[in-house]
């Protein structure tokens, strides 16, 4: 999947073993593989996954799971670090402001970010417009708000 690959090319050259089931992306060692192609002889059925989610393709463009923001977060140092009150406010879906970055590895573009303890928050962009550091396109808040 070539959208994936890209957009684990900006945080690291680490690759990683996927498969894709439609427009979606599994992170599935050759076990796993094996076995969805066993079923898919038998039964003659394709499952709907496998592994972990890594992310899926939406309007042309991919959307990253948190689990592949984590493994990134492993691998990567293309980070900003945030302090106790960023972090709380991040979680509830609000961009990052300027005085609230205690450390950044990156000067522009797609950032993991990451609270003081460098634990995977979600992921941003740049933006430096304002007061605003870093727009929030993702963040482990948002499956809670979803689900009200």
Known sequence: MKELDEFISVFTEKKFDYIQIKKRAFLADSEMIELMEKIREKEGLLPEHIG???????????????????????????????NDKAEWLFLCGKDLFKESVTKCNARS???????????????????????????????????????R
Do not use: C, T, W
């Open 52 to 82: 972990i989610f890594l992310g899926e393709i939406k309007k042309r463009e991919f959307k990253p799971s948190l689990a592949l923001l984590e493994l990134l977060a492993e691998h990567s140092d293309r980070k900003v670090f945030v």
């Open 109 to 147: 573009g797609l950032v993991l970010v990451q609270n003081k303890k460098d634990e995977n928050l979600g992921y941003g962009r740049i933006m430096r417009k304002g007061r605003v550091f870093a727009m929030n396109l993702l963040d482990r808040g948002d499956f809670l708000r979803r689900e």
